[in-house]
């Protein structure tokens, strides 16, 4: 069954765990976890995966990909605090995340990424200004990826929506 909302597209996944970087024995925590596919990526770094999703269902299936992980149902604000601290994270659900944020800084180890993947450019500028505020901002890439198809016996491409990132280091 599809979960509501987007799923992130595997060329995305692997910019993520590019500027992630995550080493074996990091805790990583997937905020909105959803298909648990970003967790999944990154259960091949590390074996210390948690995630947080607001949906029942996405927990589920979080939970049977990655059964070594830590899937946790509710919102990210009252989750965090009982996580251990963090070294990666990385955010697919920005609701609530005036809230998150702060909370996560405290959790967050010296030297911990974060990789906020945003479809919308205002949540994106929000996110980035957050960042700046705490002095953590690093970068805002944008991602556009396009997919070929054949038309007329050739190939042309039809773009997805383009994803904007916005990276920051503790």
């Known amino acids: ?59 589920r299936i979080s939970r049977s990909r990655i059964p070594l992980g830590r899937f946790l149902l509710g919102e990210a604000a009252d989750v965090i605090p009982g996580l251990p601290d963090v070294d990666r994270c990385f955010i697919g659900g920005t609701r609530g995340i005036d809230d998150f944020l702060p909370v996560l800084l405290k959790k967050s180890q010296s030297e911990c990424i974060i990789v906020a993947h945003l479809a919308r450019i205002g949540i994106a500028a929000h996110v980035a200004e957050m960042m700046k505020e705490v002095g953590i901002f690093q ?3 944008q991602i556009n990826i396009a997919r070929g198809y054949e038309l ?13 990132m916005v990276i920051g280091k503790c």
């Not at 997937?30 to 996405?58: F, H, K, N, P, Q």
């Open 1 to 59: 069954m599809k979960l509501p909302g987007t799923a992130t597209q595997k060329e995305n996944i692997y910019v993520a765990m590019g500027k992630l970087d995550i080493q074996p024995s990091q805790t990583f925590l997937d905020i909105g976890c959803g298909s648990g596919a970003v967790s999944l990526a990154a259960s091949r770094y590390t074996d210390r995966i948690y995630g947080i999703d607001r949906r029942e269902e996405a927990v």
């Open 139 to 141: 970068e805002l890439i």
């Open 152 to 164: 007329a016996g050739d190939i042309a491409l039809k773009p997805a929506n383009p994803i904007f």
